[in-house]
C-alpha cells in the first residue's frame, strides 16, 4: 500500500488529476479484419487518504438503445445471414437467418401478450443455449418481459433443486421455458414454477409448444409494447453463482446492457460480422451479455458449441471450431490450456482455428504463463502472425465490462484498465488494492433483496466488487493492473497473517510450468499454507517416470512438483509459502459447487466438499499421498 501510494503521490497531488500516455494507439493487419486498439490512457485522482479513483479519457455518451433494436436493423440490411447456429441429431447445423430470427421473435412476443404476458412479468428459462432459447429471450425483452436464464445444472444434476427452489422464490415467474418439457420436469415440484404456464421445443404434456407460439401473427400488441420499453427497464435477472451464499438475482436493465457492449467497443474495434464458436452459458454475463448480444450488435453469426472445456468433452469443441474457422474466440483459461494441447498434436487443428482468427480473449481466472507463451508460439508458427491475446474483468453486476487489456497481453493476471464511462474506485489494502466501481452499466440492485443492495454499495454509490487488485508497474500505472484475489477468498493464518489467495495462484501455477493444471490452496487458521492441486495430464507425462500408470502417484511427477515449489518458496514470503501438497485424483465437482459452469474452481466450496484431504495435508503423520517440502 505504502509503495504504490507513495509512487503515485510523486506525480499526482491530492485533488488533483493527472492522466498518462502509454502509446497513441496501434493497428494490426490481419487477413480479415484491421484490429484497432484504443490508446493506453489512464486518469488518476489521489485523495488524501490514498485512495484512487482511475478513469479512461475516452469520451462517453450515454447508450440510448436496446440490444433488441439489432433485430429488425440486421433483418431489414441482412435478412439472408445466418444469426445463429446449432447442432441437430444428424451431426449438421440447424440455422436461423435475421430476417427469420426476427419473424419468430414478433410471433412469439405477440403469443406471450395474448397469453397475458404484461410489462414486468418474469419468464425463467431453465435449459442451455439453443436456438429457440435466443428467440424467446429477445421476443419477452422486446416486449417488457423479464428474462430469468437458469443454471441447467440445478434442474439436471443431484442437490441442484434445492438451488432452483431457493431461485424460483424469489423470482415467482409467470412462464418457464425449457428445450425438453420431459427433461427438465423436475422442475415442477417446486411451486413457484409449476404454477407458471411453461413453453417446451419438444411439446411434451403440460407445456405450449414453442412452434406454436413462433408462428403466430404479429399484432399490434407487440410493436406498441416494443415502442414503450424504457432504456432503464429491467430485461434480464441473472444468477450468481451462490459461491458465497444462495444465488443473488443480479438485475440488468437495458442501458446496464447496451453500456457494457459500448465500452468494449470503444477500446477494440468489432470484426466486421464477426463468426464465433461459443460454448459459455446464456445464463451467465460473459456468455449472454459480451458473446450472444455482440453477436447481434455486430450483426455476426454465431455457432453454439456443444463441447466444454473438460477432457471427456472438449474433442466437440474441436470439431466445431476446425469446421467453421471463427474470426475471435472467448474462452476460460482452461479452455485455451485444451486448444494448445490439441494443436501441440495435430497442427492442422491449429491451421484451421487460427485461418482468420483476429482476437483470442479469456476471463474467468488468470492464465497461466505456460499457456499464454504456447498461445503466442503457436499462432506465430502457424499463421506467420501473432494472434493477440486480451483479457478481461467484470461482475455479473456489471454487465460484466469492467476493464480489459485493449492490447495483446504479455504477462497473467493483466486485467487491463478501466473502461470508457466508468470510475474505479481503489482503497488500499495492505500491499493491494481493494477495488470498487461506478457507471452506467452497473445494477441498480438485486431481486426482492433490498438488504444486500444496500451492502452492496458505499455511500458515494461504488459498487462493492469484493476484489484486490494492483497496479503491474506503480511507476506507470498506465501499463494496466493486476486481479490479486477475491476478498472472500483470502484468509489468515494462525498468525494473523493475511493470505492473498489470487497471487498466490497464479505464481504456483507459473512455478510449476504448466504440470499443475490448477490449485487449492488451504491454511486458514493453521500454521502454514497446503495445498490440493489438479495435474495436467498431458505436461505431467513429460516429467513422470511411468507416463502410462498413474500421474498422481508417480515418483517423477512429485519430484519435479516438489523441485519447483521449493524454488517458489525460495521467492517468497513466510505467509506464501507452501509446506505439503496433495495431488487430486478426482476432477473438480461440478455438482458440488467446486467448478462453476464457467469452468473456473470455487476455493470456498473444494476446501469444504474435500475436508477430508486438507485433514491429511495437516496430520501428524503424514499421508502417503501427501508430499511434505
Given at each position: 500500500m505504502r509503495r504504490c501510494a507513495s509512487l503515485l503521490a510523486a506525480v499526482a497531488a491530492p485533488g488533483r488529476a493527472f492522466c498518462v500516455l502509454l502509446q497513441s494507439g496501434w493497428e494490426i493487419s490481419m487477413s480479415t479484419h484491421k484490429l484497432t486498439f484504443a490508446p493506453r490512457e489512464l486518469s488518476i485522482d489521489t485523495r488524501s487518504d490514498g485512495t484512487l479513483i482511475l478513469r479512461s479519457p475516452i469520451a462517453w455518451s450515454p447508450c440510448e438503445w436496446r440490444i433488441t433494436d439489432f433485430l429488425p436493423h440486421w433483418a431489414g440490411a441482412a435478412s439472408d445471414r445466418v444469426f445463429l447456429a446449432q447442432r441437430n441429431q444428424a451431426g449438421g447445423w440447424d440455422e436461423i437467418s435475421y430476417g427469420e430470427a426476427w419473424l419468430q421473435v414478433q410471433a412469439v412476443g405477440q403469443s406471450l401478450i395474448d397469453l397475458g404476458a404484461t410489462t414486468g412479468d418474469r419468464l425463467a428459462i431453465l435449459s442451455g443455449n439453443s436456438i429457440e432459447h435466443a428467440i424467446v429471450a429477445f421476443a419477452a425483452m422486446s416486449i417488457g418481459v423479464i428474462v430469468?436464464?437458469?443454471?441447467?445444472?440445478?434442474?439436471?444434476?443431484?442437490?441442484?433443486?434445492?438451488?432452483?427452489?431457493?431461485?424460483?422464490?424469489?423470482?415467482?415467474?409467470?412462464?418457464?421455458?425449457?428445450?425438453?418439457?420431459?427433461?427438465?420436469?423436475?422442475?415442477?415440484?417446486?411451486?413457484?414454477?409449476?404454477?407458471?404456464?411453461?413453453?417446451?421445443?419438444?411439446?411434451?404434456?403440460?407445456?405450449?409448444?414453442?412452434?406454436?407460439?413462433?408462428?403466430?401473427?404479429?399484432?399490434?400488441?407487440?410493436?406498441?409494447?416494443?415502442?414503450?420499453?424504457?432504456?432503464?427497464?429491467?430485461?434480464?435477472?441473472?444468477?450468481?453463482s451462490g459461491s458465497t451464499g444462495l444465488p443473488k438475482g443480479v438485475l440488468n436493465t437495458h442501458r446496464m446492457m447496451a453500456s457494457a457492449l459500448q465500452m468494449g467497443i470503444l477500446l477494440v474495434s468489432p470484426s466486421p460480422h464477426p463468426i464465433q464458436v461459443e460454448w459459455l452459458p446464456w445464463h451467465h454475463t460473459m456468455g449472454g451479455n459480451v458473446i450472444l448480444h455482440g453477436i447481434l450488435k455486430n450483426g455476426g453469426t454465431l455457432y453454439i458449441d456443444d463441447g466444454r472445456p473438460l477432457p471427456q468433452l472438449f474433442h466437440k469443441t474441436i470439431?466445431?471450431?476446425?469446421?467453421?474457422?471463427?474470426?475471435?474466440?472467448?474462452?476460460?483459461?482452461?479452455?485455451?490450456?485444451?486448444?494448445?494441447?490439441?494443436?501441440?498434436?495435430?497442427?492442422?487443428?491449429?491451421?484451421?482455428?487460427?485461418?482468420?482468427?483476429?482476437?483470442?480473449?479469456?476471463?474467468?481466472?488468470?492464465?497461466?504463463?505456460?499457456?499464454?507463451?504456447?498461445?503466442?508460439?503457436?499462432?506465430?508458427?502457424?499463421?506467420?502472425?501473432?494472434?493477440?491475446?486480451?483479457s478481461g474483468y467484470g461482475t455479473t453486476e456489471t454487465a460484466p465490462t469492467i476493464s480489459t487489456t485493449h492490447w495483446a497481453?504479455?504477462?497473467p493476471g493483466e486485467i487491463g484498465?478501466?473502461?470508457?464511462?466508468?470510475?474505479?474506485?481503489?482503497?488500499?489494502?495492505?500491499?493491494?488494492?481493494?477495488?470498487r466501481v461506478k457507471g452506467p452499466n452497473v445494477t441498480p440492485g438485486y431481486l426482492g433483496?433490498?438488504?444486500?443492495?444496500?451492502?452492496?454499495?458505499?455511500?458515494?454509490?461504488?459498487?462493492?466488487?469484493?476484489?484486490?487488485?494492483?497496479?503491474?508497474?506503480?511507476?506507470?500505472?498506465?501499463?494496466?493492473?493486476?486481479?490479486?484475489?477475491?476478498?472472500s477468498e483470502n484468509f489468515k493464518l494462525a498468525n494473523g497473517t493475511w493470505v492473498s489467495i489470487g497471487a498466490m495462484r497464479a505464481s504456483i501455477l507459473a512455478a510449476t510450468r504448466g504440470v499443475l493444471l490448477d490449485i487449492v490452496v488451504a491454511g486458514e487458521n493453521r500454521d502454514s499454507c497446503t495445498l490440493l492441486c489438479w495435474l495436467?495430464?498431458?505436461?505431467?507425462?513429460?516429467?513422470?517416470?511411468?507416463?502410462?500408470?498413474?500421474?498422481?502417484?508417480?515418483?517423477?511427477?512429485?519430484?519435479?512438483?516438489?523441485?519447483?515449489?521449493?524454488?517458489?518458496?525460495?521467492t517468497v514470503g513466510s505467509s506464501e509459502r507452501v509446506c505439503a501438497f496433495l495431488l487430486l485424483k478426482e476432477p473438480a465437482s461440478m455438482a458440488a459447487g467446486e467448478i462453476t459452469d464457467k469452468a473456473y474452481v470455487n476455493q470456498r466450496a473444494v476446501l469444504k466438499h474435500r475436508g477430508e484431504h486438507?485433514?491429511?495435508?495437516?496430520?501428524?503423520?503424514?499421508?502417503?499421498?501427501?508430499?511434505?517440502?
Open positions: 430469468a436464464p437458469v443454471s441447467p445444472n440445478y434442474s439436471m444434476m443431484p442437490g441442484g433443486l434445492a438451488r432452483l427452489k431457493d431461485i424460483a422464490e424469489v423470482l415467482q415467474p409467470r412462464f418457464v421455458f425449457v428445450q425438453s418439457g420431459s427433461q427438465f420436469s423436475a422442475g415442477r415440484a417446486i411451486p413457484e414454477l409449476a404454477a407458471a404456464t411453461w413453453i417446451s421445443v419438444d411439446g411434451a404434456p403440460e407445456t405450449i409448444p414453442f412452434r406454436a407460439l413462433a408462428v403466430k401473427a404479429p399484432g399490434d400488441g407487440f410493436a406498441q409494447a416494443a415502442a414503450a420499453l424504457s432504456c432503464d427497464a429491467v430485461a434480464k435477472i441473472l444468477f450468481t470439431a466445431n471450431l476446425t469446421e467453421i474457422s471463427p474470426t475471435a474466440m472467448f474462452n476460460v483459461p482452461a479452455g485455451y490450456n485444451l486448444l494448445c494441447e490439441a494443436i501441440e498434436r495435430d497442427a492442422d487443428i491449429g491451421a484451421r482455428v487460427f485461418k482468420r482468427m483476429d482476437r483470442l480473449s479469456y476471463a474467468g481466472a488468470a492464465i497461466s504463463e505456460g499457456t499464454l507463451e504456447k498461445l503466442y508460439r503457436l499462432t506465430s508458427s502457424i499463421t506467420g502472425r501473432q494472434i493477440p491475446v486480451m497481453t504479455d504477462q484498465l478501466p473502461a470508457p464511462g466508468l470510475q474505479l474506485k481503489l482503497i488500499p489494502v495492505s500491499d493491494t488494492y481493494e477495488v433483496r433490498p438488504d444486500l443492495t444496500a451492502m452492496a454499495f458505499d455511500e458515494e454509490g461504488f459498487y462493492r466488487i469484493g476484489d484486490t487488485v494492483s497496479f503491474i508497474d506503480p511507476d506507470r500505472p498506465e501499463r494496466g493492473l493486476r486481479f490479486t484475489g477475491r476478498i495436467n495430464p498431458a505436461e505431467a507425462k513429460r516429467v513422470a517416470m511411468d507416463p502410462d500408470s498413474d500421474l498422481t502417484a508417480d515418483p517423477g511427477v512429485a519430484a519435479f512438483l516438489k523441485d519447483r515449489l521449493s524454488e517458489y518458496n525460495a486438507v485433514e491429511r495435508l495437516y496430520a501428524a503423520e503424514p499421508a502417503r499421498e501427501v508430499v511434505r517440502l
